[in-house]
């Protein structure tokens, strides 16, 4: 196998004395799709986001190619224009259109041309099929079309990796399906993702690697196929029956 | 020379327009330029304290940072703080001539003037664009960051043009209240409108009418500004609706696109 790109190492993450995470394990290889289920309050934003760095780990480490990106001198920025991330809330940029956002961090953070950029912005806002809405604001967009075009934002940096924190949570039913199917799409590109999800149907076709979470600690992580059919915890077990009988 | 003064209000009034006229317009021009110039510099400074005033310090900084920081933050709240907490007449009084006994700086009255309402409107906006700052989405920095924006990058692409806009109003208000407040500098001799009225009230006695006339020209500056700056708010949160782009003419480009594993050569 191939040397992982993130190796996540005895991570603990506390909140004043609130312990959120403790002990985190695990590594990303590739072209690997990681799932990370769980119950709510269980951690896993706050373990996206502390491989992300919007939150600061308290213990252990998160290595990039090797290199720990918690030490002081590494250039957070640098690294997230790396691995990206796409959020429940979209977080699109208000100020801007559509096609502003997709530009904004190929111009300013890459420092690529306009013309580059904009050639790039559409690129992907067309593998989203949002790319007859580049004059648009985010408030004129429905909320499928705003996760779409977080994603082609996200895509338009071309990261190594990229972190979904359930990205289809605060959507109506009926837009779920258009933001799973990009997302399937880019499975099957080889695109490197880490995804907190819900969405169990879907976590379970796309993964190559799933973790599943409780209380702030990987209660357990294996295949798919050992997750879903057949766990070793009765807290999996129990967690994914509720969502059978939904 | 006084029995020419005709008798009649309104006659008064066309009297003192018809000789005074043109000193109305020049208080009324220096107290446009004072408020206007004033205003600007003050709303430069205003965004660079505010936004001095927002960095967030973190566990990750350097010590020296981290002190360096508190500091300036200090310093930049006690400005706040000295400026919002006094009348801006007492500080023109206390500049003016302070600067000349203290400092033995000879200030010209016209700097003064413009230095007083700059950095008095300064301390307000710097007030005002924090609170313009922290009202942003939290949302909207994690966006930022999360594409590898820098602090900086953050605050001029994302944040401040949010902030700007939000913040319209209150800077429009810090305009037709420098209008209105240059006339305190009357007290360090600046010859701006009120000054002006003053001056020609006195010659003939006639306060009512001179001061009526004051109050239309500020009416007319106050209000003028005001629907100009509304305007420009409407203009700043651009179309209501949007064009679908046509497709073919975007790019020839489509279909699958692997992604190749790119190394790094940075890390
Ligand atoms: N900024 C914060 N300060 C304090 N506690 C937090 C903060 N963020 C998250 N938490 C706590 O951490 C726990 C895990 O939260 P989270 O990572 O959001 O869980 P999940 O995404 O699995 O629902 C929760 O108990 C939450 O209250
Ligand atoms: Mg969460």
Redesign the interface.
């Known amino acids: 196998m191939s040397e992982a790109i993130i190796q996540v190492n005895h991570l603990g993450k506390e909140f004043g004395s609130h312990s959120v995470l403790r002990d985190i394990d695990f590594s990303v290889y590739?072209?690997d799709v990681t799932s990370i289920i769980g119950p709510s309050g269980s951690g896993k934003s706050t373990l996206l986001r502390c491989i992300?760095m919007?939150e600061?780990p308290s213990t252990g480490a998160i290595l990039?190619?090797g290199?720990d990106i918690t030490d002081?001198r590494?250039k957070?920025?640098?690294?997230?224009?790396?691995v990206?991330?796409v959020?429940q809330?979209?977080?699109?940029?208000?100020?801007?259109?559509v096609l502003g956002n997709c530009m904004?961090?190929q111009t300013?953070?890459?420092k690529k041309s306009r013309e580059e950029a904009h050639?790039k912005a559409?690129?992907y806002l067309?593998?989203v099929g949002m790319?007859?809405?580049?004059?648009?604001?985010p408030r004129?967009l429905s909320g499928g079309q705003k996760q779409r075009v977080?994603i082609a934002?996200?895509l338009a940096?071309?990261p190594?990796v990229l972190l979904f924190d359930e990205p289809t949570s605060a959507l109506d039913p009926q837009m779920v399906g258009e933001v799973l199917q990009v997302m399937r799409q880019l499975v099957k590109?080889?695109?490197?993702m880490i995804i907190v999800t819900h969405e169990m149907a879907f976590a379970r076709d796309v993964s190559k690697h799933v973790i599943f979470m409780t209380d702030g600690v990987i209660e357990e992580q294996g295949t798919p196929q050992t997750i879903f059919e057949n766990p070793a915890s009765d807290r999996t077990r129990e967690f994914l029956g509720r969502f059978r009988n939904a | 020379m006084t029995s020419s003064i005709p008798a009649d209000f309104f006659g008064r009034i066309l009297y003192l327009l018809e000789r005074y006229g043109m000193s109305f317009l020049r208080g009324a021009g220096v107290t446009m330029a004072i408020a206007l110039v004033g205003t600007l510099i003050g709303c430069v400074i205003g965004f660079a304290v505010g936004v001095v005033q927002t960095i967030p310090v973190s566990k990750r900084d350097r010590l020296p940072r981290r002190i360096l920081l508190k500091t300036v933050k200090v310093i930049l709240s006690a400005y706040v703080e000295i400026f919002r907490g006094t009348p801006m007449m007492v500080q023109a009084m206390f500049i003016y001539y302070g600067s000349q006994t203290l400092f033995k700086i000879n200030m010209s009255m016209w700097f003064a003037a413009y230095f007083i309402v700059s950095i008095n409107t300064g301390a307000y906006m710097a007030e005002t664009v924090r609170g313009g700052i922290l009202s942003i989405d939290p949302g909207q920095t994690e966006g930022a960051k999360a594409i590898g924006m820098t602090h900086f990058q953050t605050m001029t692409s994302v944040i401040l043009p949010q902030a700007l806009r939000n913040i319209m109003p209150q800077i429009g208000n810090n305009l037709i209240i420098n209008i209105k407040d240059t006339c305190v500098l009357s007290i360090i001799g600046t010859v701006e409108l009120f000054f002006a009225a003053k001056g020609v009230a006195g010659t003939f006695y006639t306060y009512f009418e001179a001061f009526t006339i004051a109050m239309v020209i500020y009416f007319i500056m106050t209000f003028t500004c005001s629907r100009i700056l509304r305007w420009a708010e409407h203009r700043m949160d651009g179309p209501d609706n949007y064009d679908l782009a046509n497709l073919d003419t975007l790019t020839q480009t489509s279909g699958m696109y692997p992604f190749k594993k790119r190394r790094t050569g940075d890390e």
């Open positions: 590739p072209q992300n919007l600061i990039y190619h290199t002081r590494v957070v920025e640098a690294y997230r224009a790396k990206g991330m959020f809330n979209f977080n699109l940029f208000n100020n801007k259109t904004a961090g300013r953070v890459l050639r559409i690129f067309e593998k790319a007859e809405y580049i004059n648009a604001k004129q977080a934002r996200a940096m071309e190594e590109e080889g695109l490197t």
